[in-house]
């Protein structure tokens, strides 16, 4: 168990570009879950991967994201014309079934 | 819908003095219950979790936590606190469906600073 794996660390950028995150879960995992913690804030729920399909997504997920998990292992979440608002920590998360679920690091994105 | 409370946002403790973390839920179903720690700049990770049976959990790093159907409480505590205990603390509930999706709802968090 190598754990939830989330690159980059740390990401700025200029407002109005474009993103792209990576994360890849535990090897076993059949669940992806992708979240957004902004200071002072828990964890929000953005979607929701089992295996490559997207069951769910969060009314926070606006047309600007798009996640994909295309061969059910790694996940990829994009965001287009970055705002200032985007600014936050973006975790992912996996599970095998329903057991609880397991976080990588997080990726902190910053927009100037 | 569900809901989490977590009334305090940062409580200071004593080193070695006993921690109580309050946590309140909402839900209309029966539900699982979370407790995360996570330390600055890294992802949470699972303290301890409730599913079913004994009301009382015991996690790790010494934490337990006791689940109250009739208050809808579910308080995290530790009975001697370390300086490595200093993290932020999420409550989350998710609900008690078998298979399928669950959605996990966090609470805001809680600061513990642990003072030598």
């Known amino acids: 168990d190598t754990g939830v794996s989330q690159d980059p660390r740390h990401k700025i950028t200029k407002r109005g570009q474009n993103v792209t995150f990576r994360c890849d879960p535990i090897?076993?995992?059949?669940?992806l879950y992708w979240y957004r913690q902004t200071l002072g804030q828990g964890p929000e729920f953005l979607t929701y991967f089992q295996n490559e399909a997207q069951l769910e997504k969060s009314r926070l997920l606006s047309d600007r994201f798009s996640a994909e998990r295309p061969k059910g292992s790694f996940s990829t979440l994009e965001i287009q014309r970055t705002e200032q608002g985007d600014s936050a920590m973006y975790l992912c998360a996996s599970s095998a079934d329903s057991n609880p679920q397991h976080f990588g690091d997080g990726t902190r994105l910053s927009i100037l | 819908a569900q809901s989490v409370t977590q009334l305090d946002s940062q409580v200071p403790v004593f080193e070695e003095a006993p921690v109580e973390l309050r946590c309140n839920y909402s839900?209309?179903?029966?539900?699982?219950l979370f407790w995360y720690v996570q330390y600055p700049n890294q992802g949470l990770q699972l303290l301890l979790k409730y599913l079913s049976g004994s009301t009382l959990v015991k996690g790790i790093n010494g934490f337990e936590a006791e689940f109250n159907k009739s208050q809808t409480s579910f308080h995290l505590r530790k009975p001697s606190v370390h300086i490595s205990d200093t993290a932020e603390y999420f409550c989350a509930v998710s609900e008690g469906n078998s298979g399928g999706y669950q959605k996990v709802t966090f609470g805001t968090g809680t600061k513990l600073q642990v003072i030598p």
């Open positions: 839900s209309s179903v029966s539900v699982y």
């Open positions: 090897s076993e995992h059949n669940r």
